[in-house]
């Protein structure tokens, strides 16, 4: 008579339970009933333990891909179940709660398929936010019942979880020997796209000069959005880490915003005479140096708090991200939009910085975050592309116009990096990630438009709202996918490797520690 106890262990390949078997003939082996041997150990009198490969007793949960799907399905459907029985008509059809939900999962979805074919993942999630609310049939346009202070909220959100991310992601050294092509990349480009569109919508669609600029710096406003999971996709990967590269983009994005946003609100407040200009000037310097200095106390505070203690991991997680919370929303409240988005990734900078290799774990814990996030913000941002806003009459000439400052755009983003030590690949890649849009465009696309309608004295300056709002909405429907598709394809073919991964004819390591031949990979330590 044996007694067997089994618990599951394993390695990479087989998997094995450990038995304790009671026998009346101890010995150093034995047989089951398929006849082949198991080794075994004699401990206590008549005690064994011996090996069963998990295959005799079979796999629990099942492990191939359609329990994985299942698994998702049964996930879902039980979280929509919940939310329904707590908050009601809300997560049904119709409600905010349903078409946030619809939005991540279908947006998940169509991000695999996209990926499946080689494509970045949020070129999926912008597709679904934009059928989502441009669908011919109006029972589908599910993402037209998300209120708009709800998406609003949410996209600032998830720029937080990105921005943080990427904060953590910096590389200090590479930024501090590119602080002078940063400050060149983070100002230029948007001056020169501003000016030429300005130029170019006054002689092409008629527009009066502070018409124009304003026009100018709306599509002056590169998105970090885009460009900053691109970019820490491909430093993940280690293409261009070796000389800063993604550092340097990541870290100009958010000044670069900061001017665009100061640039459109000084000409606004010019053209309808609304507040203080003087004042509106000063402002972007202001929000520039607010949220620096919010950031490095931030990021200084916190490598001094939590003291080590076994739970240090989790406050440094949920004191960053209430940090980087209070930095977006309480600067809007306090009427400096652009300090947020610099102080949380400032912030994040100083205290990775100072955590040095024990910022791993809250890495780790914002990247489960932006599993969530990713498809909201994308999806959200697809959402703001109403069709209906664009003019028909301004389609060809605004196309002209967005092409013109695009021009201008790459042809200055090259010659600011021109004398940083990169070759012209790696010039050409750094001008083709300074293009995406979509985050600004939709944020202020329909301010002028709204502040027009708003004061019968100035309806007669509505159609040059129109236009700017339909040139806006055709600037993220082009540049958000286009960039996304160029960055991740072009990335691995324009940036290098570092040298101990890729040798000089840019093939697989011929490093003489590393052996890449065959199926294993062997490393000698000298």
Request: with cysteine; net charge negative; charged share 15%.
């Amino acid at each position: 008579m044996e007694q067997v106890e089994l618990s599951e262990g394993g390695q990479s390949h087989d998997h094995f339970t450990s038995a304790t078997v009671m026998t009346d003939n101890p010995g150093p082996s034995m047989k089951l009933n398929d006849d082949k041997p198991y080794a075994s150990s004699s401990t206590n009198s008549g005690h064994r333990s011996v090996a069963i490969p998990m295959a005799r007793v079979g796999r629990c949960p099942p492990r191939s891909a359609v329990f994985k799907v299942v698994t998702l399905a049964i996930t879902c459907i039980l979280f929509w179940a919940a939310l329904w029985s707590v908050l009601g008509e809300d997560a049904l059809p119709g409600g905010n709660i349903f078409a946030i939900l619809m939005l991540v999962v279908i947006g998940e979805v169509l991000g695999f398929v996209m990926e499946a074919i080689h494509l970045p993942a949020l070129l999926g999630m912008l597709l679904t936010g934009f059928l989502l609310r441009n669908i011919p049939c109006e029972s589908l346009q599910l993402a037209g019942d998300i209120h708009p202070s709800w998406s609003s909220t949410l996209r600032s959100a998830a720029l937080v979880v990105i921005l943080l991310q990427a904060g953590l992601g910096l590389d200090a050294a590479a930024l501090r020997r590119l602080s002078l092509v940063c400050v060149r990349l983070c100002f230029l480009p948007c001056i020169a796209e501003a000016v030429t569109g300005a130029i170019a919508a006054h002689f092409i669609l008629g527009f009066p000069w502070l018409w124009g600029l304003m026009l100018g710096f709306v599509l002056g406003a590169v998105t970090p959005a885009v460009i900053v999971p691109s970019l820490m996709s491909l430093q993940d990967r280690g293409y261009g880490t070796e000389k800063g590269i993604p550092t340097l983009i990541i870290a100009s994005a958010s000044c670069d915003d900061v001017l665009a946003i100061s640039g459109f609100g000084v000409f606004l407040g010019m053209a309808f005479s609304t507040g203080n200009i003087a004042f509106s000037i000063l402002q972007g310097p202001l929000e520039l140096l607010m949220g620096l200095a919010y950031g490095a106390i931030g990021g200084a505070t916190l490598w001094y708090i939590p003291q080590d203690s076994q739970n240090a991991t989790s406050f440094r997680f949920l004191i960053l991200s209430c940090g980087g919370l209070l930095a977006v929303f309480g600067s809007d409240l306090a009427g400096f939009p652009g300090a947020g988005a610099l102080g949380c990734l400032t912030m994040a900078f100083i205290a990775g910085h100072g955590w040095k290799e024990s910022k791993a774990p809250v890495e780790d814990m914002m990247n489960y975050m932006w599993l969530l996030f990713e498809p909201l913000l994308f999806g959200l941002i697809g959402a703001e592309v109403l069709l209906s806003d664009i003019e028909l009459s301004t389609l060809g000439l605004g196309l002209l116009v967005l092409f013109i400052g695009l021009i201008a755009r790459t042809i200055v983003s090259a010659l600011a990096v021109t004398r940083a030590g990169f070759t012209y690949k790696e010039i050409t890649f750094v001008a083709v990630a300074w293009l995406p849009k979509a985050t600004v465009q939709a944020a202020i696309g329909s301010v002028a438009l709204e502040t027009a309608r708003g004061d019968p004295a100035y309806k007669h300056l509505e159609v040059y709202g129109i236009q700017i709002l339909t040139i806006a909405v055709l600037s993220i429907i082009i540049t958000a996918p286009l960039g996304a598709v160029l960055i991740t394809l072009l990335g691995p073919r324009l940036l290098q490797l570092p040298t101990l991964e890729q040798d000089e004819g840019g093939g697989p390591s011929s490093h003489p520690l590393v052996d890449t031949e065959g199926d294993n990979v062997k490393c000698e330590v000298e």
